[in-house]
Nanobody
Framework: VQLQASGGGVVQVGGSLTLSCAPS????????VGWFRQAPGTERQFVAA??RSGDRTVLADSVKGRFTASRSYLHMNDLKPEDTAVYYC?????????????????????WGQGTQVTVSS
């Protein structure tokens, strides 16, 4: 399975953007979806995780109140310069139960190419 993020672009401070995540290569959807971002010179950073059924979502503190996430979309509002990064969606097939999501990118099995988001001031 590959998870392809798309929809990035250049947006002004305070603007909004919606990213999409599309799977390919398999019809299997039994994985937790994670959204990550990576700015130049930094490690890949957790943004959100969405459960297999889509009924549970966890957001990083840095985006709470501004971003909403689903298995297919990342809606970003009130964008700030520090949101500038390449955004990825990923799949984790191993997490279940009380520890149903992971925040470290190494825990995720499926990735695709990311999409660049640039917030200009």
């Amino acid at each position: 399975v590959q998870l392809q993020a798309s929809g990035g672009g250049v947006v002004q401070v305070g603007g909004s953007l919606t990213l999409s995540c599309a799977p390919s290569g398999s019809t299997d959807s039994s994985y937790v979806v994670g959204w990550f971002r990576q700015a130049p010179g930094t490690e890949r950073q957790f943004v959100a995780a969405i459960s297999r059924s889509g009924d549970r979502t966890v957001l990083a503190d840095s985006v709470k109140g501004r971003f909403t996430a689903s298995r297919s979309y990342l809606h970003m509002n009130d964008l700030k310069p520090e949101d500038t990064a390449v955004y990825y969606c990923a799949g984790d097939r191993s997490k279940y139960g009380n520890t149903w999501y992971a925040t470290h990118p190494s825990e995720y099995d499926y990735w695709g190419q990311g999409t660049q988001v640039t917030v200009s001031s």
